[in-house]
């Protein structure tokens, strides 16, 4: 963990998408995140598991840089996304958050409609020529959301007005459509109800065909049904990562056993 | 006995039902004062509500409707003796004048009572109660004099049975709050519905005022379109009163000025002020906020007067010079540019506190989806942030709309007091550097000085500002409804 020559160890892993190295994140003098080094795969959904407070959504928005929106928070160390470190001088935030997308907590959509929702990115980012370049976008998006059939006879309806499950997938939806390649999902579940927790993890599982996921999750069922790469953390430091089968099996130290068969949290 | 000792007198059994009453709970519970329905203190005040309450409903209720009930019997003595000619409500307000001094001169000792009841209306009396320093508006006449002395009988009786009812209503209100307190009456029931009921009154004096005030307009108001065709108040294009009559009054060249203004006024404050309610709520830190905020709503405590001197030695003479003289567009440093712009100045700190209240109520969860998806923090505020708040941030321009049109000291330093011609030609009508004036202004001039309130040329101030409440009233209204409708929003 502790290599320092990240460029050659990304050669010989070839898909590894996002490589953490020492992050430290304080928030003013709160010390949250320390020496975390982590090495997210492509194609593949990893889940940051632990208990409340312990950093997960600090780091998860380090890794599109969500925390330059707050700010006393401050970050050390490195993060490369596909070998370029995302915290140089020369990277702009705005286009690594078209790379890196991000679904939140509370379903968030725009006070605009349906379609205007999933038409956000594209449009910013220019990446249609035309109407009906933009309505095909829209369309995928929304299809890959898994919303496209409940959707598709009022797309200029309000999004607030939707149900949450149909919020969140909207926001699934409108985060796909600007195209990222790797996409972070902080609790998307949370304020779902079983139903559409099943749809969105569904979802989540054929995203990773396309793009690197990484999903923090309260649920440890969720996270081993879900996801392929486990982390762990506790107090602000990544304690164990690995396969999921072997986190949840085979945990190697005392404070993820303790965590996953329900003693703290 | 003066109303100030009645009142002291009603509050001290107030407070004597609050020490008695708590005192008698708690020994009516014996020694565990859990016993009690509610905490001992609610018996106190119960007491002290059924004492003081009445007592005080009634003392005001009195003191409102005495004077009315004692003008009532007087005005029919003065009516009697009225010589041919004069004039009842001016005679009536010397009879009260005539009362009034009599008693302070009583009262200062200049006069003893029995002089002040024993005097006799003859050609010397005038005299000598100028001496005594009350000046009347006409020589005191026999009926003056005895109405005068009717009316002080009358008030003394009320005075002394107004203190009597209130302390009787108040010792009975102490009395009754004691005997009903046993262990199972419900006083913190009965302290709710007394609190309840101080609330409602609370609303509905606001609601009632304002009632009044609108129905006293609407009074004077119908007085006019008696005198004055409506039509030719609406829709007449000229302004010309004269006290000598054949007045024309239209409404139209006043109206003119006044949203010709209130748009110039809005075309500086709605940009400035939004855009500095967007740097204070999007981009400034912490320390800038906390800085600048205070700093542009010391604006909003500038008194209008001094924006007024600020208008017409400064900013009208400055744009005269370098503007309107160079352009060939009028040689009068009052304009509605001038007014315009320092209207537009004083309306800053409205439109940027309340926008960037709105602007801070879009939930950050909003910012945060907007620029997860890569978008830069203008692009955030334009397409998102601005849309959202954009109902509540119309509500906020509205209301300062309605600031604008019921500005008058800015007007008649800035723009002066002369109606716009609307006669001459449409360049006068809407050349900015026209001096120009607003109905409030026209309000103020058509009732200061000697006045007669019965002429149409008084009177059409009423309808004026009739006209203008229902203009900025359903401004109002309009703006109310965007900003309810936009608070549904996030629920
Ligand atoms: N905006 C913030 N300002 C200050 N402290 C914060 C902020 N966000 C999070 N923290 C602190 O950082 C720590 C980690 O928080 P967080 O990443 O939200 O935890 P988790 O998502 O694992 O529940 C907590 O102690 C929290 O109090
Ligand atoms: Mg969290």
Redesign the pocket.
């Given at each position: 963990m502790n290599d320092m020559r990240p460029l050659e160890r990304i050669v010989d892993t070839d898909n590894v998408k996002i490589a953490a190295k020492n992050v430290q994140v304080y928030?003013?003098d709160?010390h949250?995140i320390k020496d975390v080094d982590v090495d997210i795969l492509a194609n593949t959904v990893t889940a940051f598991i632990?208990p409340?407070?312990?950093?997960?959504?600090?780091?998860l928005r380090c890794i599109n840089r969500m925390n330059d929106t707050?700010d006393?928070?401050r970050i050390e160390g490195n993060i490369l996304l596909d070998g370029e470190d995302i915290y140089d001088k020369r990277v702009d935030p705005v286009q690594l958050r078209a790379r890196v997308g991000m679904v939140f907590q509370k379903p968030n959509p725009f006070p605009k409609s349906i379609y205007d929702n999933v038409a956000y990115g594209p449009k910013i980012h220019g990446l249609a020529r035309n109407k009906a370049e933009l309505d095909e976008i829209v369309e995928k998006a929304l299809r890959r959301g898994a919303i496209w059939d409940e959707v598709k006879d009022r797309l200029h309806a309000s999004g607030t007005g939707l149900s949450g499950g149909q919020q969140q997938r909207l926001c699934i939806a409108r985060a796909v459509a600007t195209e990222p390649e790797v996409l972070l999902m902080d609790e998307p579940c949370s304020a779902l109800d079983p139903i559409a927790t099943a749809q969105v993890e569904e979802l989540i599982d054929e995203l990773k065909e396309t793009y690197s996921v990484v999903i923090?999750t309260h649920s440890m069922q969720q996270a081993a049904r879900v996801s392929q790469k486990t982390a762990f953390?506790h107090l602000?430091n990544l304690v164990e990562y690995g396969d999921t089968g072997d986190i949840f099996n085979t945990p190697q130290d005392q404070r993820t056993e303790s965590y996953i068969t329900g003693r703290i949290g | 006995m003066p109303v100030f000792w009645i009142l002291a007198i009603v509050l001290v059994l107030g407070a004597a039902g609050y020490v008695l009453g708590r005192a008698r709970a708690l020994s009516s519970a014996g020694d565990d004062y859990r016993s009690l329905h509610s905490l001992p203190s609610y018996y106190g005040w119960n007491a002290f509500i059924l004492t003081v309450v009445p007592a005080l409903l009634v003392l005001a209720a009195w003191m409102l409707i005495a004077p009315i009930v004692i003008d009532g019997m007087v005005s029919g003595l003065v009516d009697e003796g009225m010589q041919e000619g004069s004039n009842l409500s001016l005679l009536m307000s010397d009879v009260r004048r005539l009362a009034a001094g009599l008693d302070s001169a009583v009262s200062s000792g200049a006069l003893s009572a029995s002089e002040a009841s024993g005097l006799v209306a003859d050609n010397a009396l005038a005299g000598r109660l100028m001496g005594l320093g009350i000046s009347l508006g006409s020589s005191v006449t026999e009926t003056t004099l005895a109405a005068a002395q009717r009316y002080r009988g009358l008030a003394a009786a009320s005075q002394v049975w107004m203190a009597v009812v209130v302390i009787a209503l108040a010792a009975g209100g102490l009395l009754l709050g004691l005997r009903r307190i046993n262990p199972s009456f419900r006083a913190r029931n009965a302290v709710e519905t007394g609190l309840l009921a101080l609330l409602i009154l609370a609303s509905s004096i606001a609601i009632l005022t304002t009632l009044g005030i609108v129905l006293s307009m609407l009074f004077e108001t119908i007085n006019f379109f008696r005198q004055y065709p409506a039509s030719e108040f609406f829709f007449s294009t000229t302004w010309s009163p004269d006290f000598r009559g054949n007045s024309e009054l239209g409404i139209l060249p006043l109206l003119w000025g006044t949203l010709y203004i209130s748009l110039i006024a809005l075309l500086v404050a709605v940009p400035v002020g939004l855009f500095a309610a967007i740097y204070l709520s999007e981009y400034a830190g912490p320390k800038m906020r906390a800085v600048a905020k205070p700093l542009i709503e010391v604006l909003a405590g500038i008194p209008t007067i001094v924006y007024g001197l600020f208008a017409l030695i400064t900013v009208g003479p400055a744009l005269r010079d370098y503007f309107a003289q160079p352009l060939g567009l009028g040689n009068s440093s009052s304009s509605v540019m001038t007014a315009g712009l320092v209207m537009g100045i004083m309306l800053i700190p409205f439109v940027s506190s309340l926008s960037d209240d709105i602007i801070n109520a879009v939930p950050q969860s909003m910012r945060d989806g907007s620029l997860g998806l890569g978008a830069t923090p203008s692009e955030t505020i334009r397409s998102v942030i601005i849309p959202a708040a954009l109902p509540g941030i119309v509500g906020a321009v509205l209301l300062a709309a309605s600031r604008a049109i019921g500005e008058t000291m800015i007007v008649v330093l800035g723009a002066g007091a002369a109606a716009a011609r609307l006669n001459e030609g449409l360049t006068e009508a809407i050349n900015p550097f026209e001096a120009m004036t607003t109905v409030t202004v026209k309000i103020v001039s058509q009732l200061t000085g000697d006045t007669d309130f019965a002429s149409p040329e008084t009177l059409v101030a009423f309808a004026l500002g009739l006209t203008l409440f229902v203009i900025t009233l359903a401004l109002n209204v309009l703006a109310l409804y965007i900003v309810r409708k936009y608070r549904e929003q996030y629920e």
């Amino acid at each position: 963990m502790n290599d320092m020559r990240p460029l050659e160890r990304i050669v010989d892993t070839d898909n590894v998408k996002i490589a953490a190295k020492n992050v430290q994140v304080y928030y003013g003098d709160t010390h949250a995140i320390k020496d975390v080094d982590v090495d997210i795969l492509a194609n593949t959904v990893t889940a940051f598991i632990g208990p409340s407070g312990c950093g997960k959504s600090t780091f998860l928005r380090c890794i599109n840089r969500m925390n330059d929106t707050i700010d006393i928070a401050r970050i050390e160390g490195n993060i490369l996304l596909d070998g370029e470190d995302i915290y140089d001088k020369r990277v702009d935030p705005v286009q690594l958050r078209a790379r890196v997308g991000m679904v939140f907590q509370k379903p968030n959509p725009f006070p605009k409609s349906i379609y205007d929702n999933v038409a956000y990115g594209p449009k910013i980012h220019g990446l249609a020529r035309n109407k009906a370049e933009l309505d095909e976008i829209v369309e995928k998006a929304l299809r890959r959301g898994a919303i496209w059939d409940e959707v598709k006879d009022r797309l200029h309806a309000s999004g607030t007005g939707l149900s949450g499950g149909q919020q969140q997938r909207l926001c699934i939806a409108r985060a796909v459509a600007t195209e990222p390649e790797v996409l972070l999902m902080d609790e998307p579940c949370s304020a779902l109800d079983p139903i559409a927790t099943a749809q969105v993890e569904e979802l989540i599982d054929e995203l990773k065909e396309t793009y690197s996921v990484v999903i923090v999750t309260h649920s440890m069922q969720q996270a081993a049904r879900v996801s392929q790469k486990t982390a762990f953390f506790h107090l602000g430091n990544l304690v164990e990562y690995g396969d999921t089968g072997d986190i949840f099996n085979t945990p190697q130290d005392q404070r993820t056993e303790s965590y996953i068969t329900g003693r703290i949290g | 006995m003066p109303v100030f000792w009645i009142l002291a007198i009603v509050l001290v059994l107030g407070a004597a039902g609050y020490v008695l009453g708590r005192a008698r709970a708690l020994s009516s519970a014996g020694d565990d004062y859990r016993s009690l329905h509610s905490l001992p203190s609610y018996y106190g005040w119960n007491a002290f509500i059924l004492t003081v309450v009445p007592a005080l409903l009634v003392l005001a209720a009195w003191m409102l409707i005495a004077p009315i009930v004692i003008d009532g019997m007087v005005s029919g003595l003065v009516d009697e003796g009225m010589q041919e000619g004069s004039n009842l409500s001016l005679l009536m307000s010397d009879v009260r004048r005539l009362a009034a001094g009599l008693d302070s001169a009583v009262s200062s000792g200049a006069l003893s009572a029995s002089e002040a009841s024993g005097l006799v209306a003859d050609n010397a009396l005038a005299g000598r109660l100028m001496g005594l320093g009350i000046s009347l508006g006409s020589s005191v006449t026999e009926t003056t004099l005895a109405a005068a002395q009717r009316y002080r009988g009358l008030a003394a009786a009320s005075q002394v049975w107004m203190a009597v009812v209130v302390i009787a209503l108040a010792a009975g209100g102490l009395l009754l709050g004691l005997r009903r307190i046993n262990p199972s009456f419900r006083a913190r029931n009965a302290v709710e519905t007394g609190l309840l009921a101080l609330l409602i009154l609370a609303s509905s004096i606001a609601i009632l005022t304002t009632l009044g005030i609108v129905l006293s307009m609407l009074f004077e108001t119908i007085n006019f379109f008696r005198q004055y065709p409506a039509s030719e108040f609406f829709f007449s294009t000229t302004w010309s009163p004269d006290f000598r009559g054949n007045s024309e009054l239209g409404i139209l060249p006043l109206l003119w000025g006044t949203l010709y203004i209130s748009l110039i006024a809005l075309l500086v404050a709605v940009p400035v002020g939004l855009f500095a309610a967007i740097y204070l709520s999007e981009y400034a830190g912490p320390k800038m906020r906390a800085v600048a905020k205070p700093l542009i709503e010391v604006l909003a405590g500038i008194p209008t007067i001094v924006y007024g001197l600020f208008a017409l030695i400064t900013v009208g003479p400055a744009l005269r010079d370098y503007f309107a003289q160079p352009l060939g567009l009028g040689n009068s440093s009052s304009s509605v540019m001038t007014a315009g712009l320092v209207m537009g100045i004083m309306l800053i700190p409205f439109v940027s506190s309340l926008s960037d209240d709105i602007i801070n109520a879009v939930p950050q969860s909003m910012r945060d989806g907007s620029l997860g998806l890569g978008a830069t923090p203008s692009e955030t505020i334009r397409s998102v942030i601005i849309p959202a708040a954009l109902p509540g941030i119309v509500g906020a321009v509205l209301l300062a709309a309605s600031r604008a049109i019921g500005e008058t000291m800015i007007v008649v330093l800035g723009a002066g007091a002369a109606a716009a011609r609307l006669n001459e030609g449409l360049t006068e009508a809407i050349n900015p550097f026209e001096a120009m004036t607003t109905v409030t202004v026209k309000i103020v001039s058509q009732l200061t000085g000697d006045t007669d309130f019965a002429s149409p040329e008084t009177l059409v101030a009423f309808a004026l500002g009739l006209t203008l409440f229902v203009i900025t009233l359903a401004l109002n209204v309009l703006a109310l409804y965007i900003v309810r409708k936009y608070r549904e929003q996030y629920e």
